[in-house]
């Protein structure tokens, strides 16, 4: 049995909870594992760097505290995002603190990821890889990950431009390994539909963000109730890569939307650095898939309806 097989035996659906910068932590993680679905949170959302080992040990011993109390139950394991890039100086000392730990599932971004794929295969634990595109698709297999992630348009934060179907079925051309698909999935018969495509996994962020355990905001939650996909902005205006945003959190910043579109990738726009609003922190990240969020749930609830609607999908179409 791979690792990534042994990760799906522990879920009781297949779905990996997405890495929100500030939005995903040690409740949100815990409130999804306890569900049955693996959590996971950007280590980057652990600050200072020190406290990523007690968000570690608080999540290993909770897990383990949940096992033994209710040992017929599926409790899935969790995973952390590191992001591989020279300017994240804190990915090397993040990923030894994870080794420390024994953390079960690495997500991986931006530069292909040797070194975390050699420290995970010391105990057994399995590297997913964020692809937008085939190039970067086979950089990361040629890396030894165990599987990827299809970031595909319409998903939340840094998305790619390709059609999840299209992405898949030129990844499967050359790829039969792990695969898990993100974008626009907010329902049970969307978890279904990425199975249908040959993938392992649905990748889902965007709905976690209205969870009664995520760290986002009131105000954060209730823009992504009151969205629609059209409302959902596609830009490197703020961080010089590509990624979507709530048209209203740009609105609140007292941006006008003409100056956000038709910017080229690159270099953020060169604004005052000390008042210019911030990616994520003030600018709010959402995928096309908020249409069908309306209303904030704790995530046991959550994963428990995405259940159902999932089975009742899969007997529709027997």
Not at 8 to 33: E, H, K, N, W, Y
Not at 136 to 152: C, F, N, P, W, Y
């Amino acid at each position: 049995m791979s690792n990534v097989e042994r990760l799906l035996r522990q879920t009781t659906l297949p779905v990996i909870g997405a890495p929100m910068f500030l939005v995903s932590g040690p409740d949100l993680v815990l409130a999804q594992c306890r569900a049955g679905v693996i959590g996971t949170f950007p280590s980057l959302n652990a600050r200072p760097q020190a406290e990523l080992g007690t968000w570690l040990e608080t999540i290993g011993r909770s897990l383990d505290a949940a096992r033994r109390e209710s040992p017929a139950a599926t409790i899935a394991p969790y995973g952390v995002n590191l992001v591989i890039h020279p300017s994240n100086t804190r990915w090397q000392p993040d990923l030894e603190t994870c080794v420390e730990h024994r953390v079960p599932l690495y997500i991986t971004s931006l530069h292909a990821p040797r070194p975390v794929v050699d420290a995970a295969a010391g105990y057994g634990a399995v590297v997913l890889h964020d692809v937008t595109n085939a190039t970067h698709a086979r950089k990361a297999i040629d890396a030894g990950v165990d599987g990827l992630i299809l970031v595909s348009a319409g998903a939340g934060g840094h998305a790619g431009r390709i059609n999840p179907i299209a992405l898949v079925n030129e990844i499967r051309s050359f790829y039969d390994g792990p695969i898990a698909l993100s974008g626009c999935m907010s329902h049970g018969k969307d978890i279904l539909a990425a199975r249908a495509l040959g993938c392992d996994f649905a990748y889902i962020g965007t709905r976690f963000i209205a969870t009664t355990e995520a760290m986002a905001s009131p105000a954060y939650r209730q823009m992504v109730l009151d969205a629609q996909a059209g409302d959902v902005v596609y830009t490197p205006y703020f961080s010089g890569v590509p990624a979507n945003y709530l048209r209203a959190s740009i609105a609140a910043a007292g941006i006008e939307l003409a100056e956000v579109e038709n910017v080229a990738p690159g270099k953020p726009v060169n604004m005052d650095k000390e008042n210019r609003p911030k990616a994520w922190k003030d600018i709010w990240s959402a995928g096309q898939g908020v249409a069908a969020i309306r209303e904030v749930l704790p995530t046991a609830e959550l994963v428990e309806r995405m259940r159902r609607e999932y089975y009742a999908a899969l007997y529709a179409v027997r």
